[in-house]
Nanobody
Framework: QVQLVESGGGLVQAGDSLTISCAASGRTFSNRAMGWFRQAPGKERDFVASIDWRGVSTLYANFVKGRFTISRDNAKNTVYLTMNSLKLEDTAVYFC?????????????????WGQGTQVTVSS
């Protein structure tokens, strides 16, 4: 497992952009696929995006396609989620997660390490 720490969340207005980050500890980060999930109050944890170990292959949930971009910097052991055109319904706690393999995945059970989350609140 790796330790994951998210940062960069906050309060933004609808239509704004925000980039959140996830810093990973350990030497195996570059061999792991990474993902972002989100959970709104009273709702299940939803898949947002995933990126493979090289940063070449990505997957996105339909509701963020064209607005969000996942990226990674293996030299910095960090994965990012850049969110554009934010909507009220994007308000949630955003969680970073790591797989033990290199390929992308969309299910929470496919990930074995999780961060504590960072709150993103979009206001009107």
């Amino acid at each position: 497992q790796v330790q994951l720490v998210e940062s960069g969340g906050g309060l933004v207005q609808a239509g704004d952009s925000l980039t959140i980050s996830c810093a990973a500890s350990g030497r195996t980060f570059s061999n792991r696929a990474m993902g972002w999930f989100r959970q709104a109050p009273g709702k299940e944890r939803d898949f947002v995006a995933s990126i493979d170990w090289r940063g070449v292959s990505t997957l996105y949930a339909n509701f963020v396609k064209g607005r969000f971009t996942i990226s990674r910097d293996n030299a910095k052991n960090t994965v990012y989620l850049t969110m554009n055109s934010l909507k009220l319904e994007d308000t949630a706690v955003y969680f970073c997660a790591a797989r033990s393999v290199r390929s992308t995945a969309t299910g929470p059970r496919d990930y074995d390490s999780w961060g504590q989350g960072t709150q993103v609140t979009v206001s009107s």
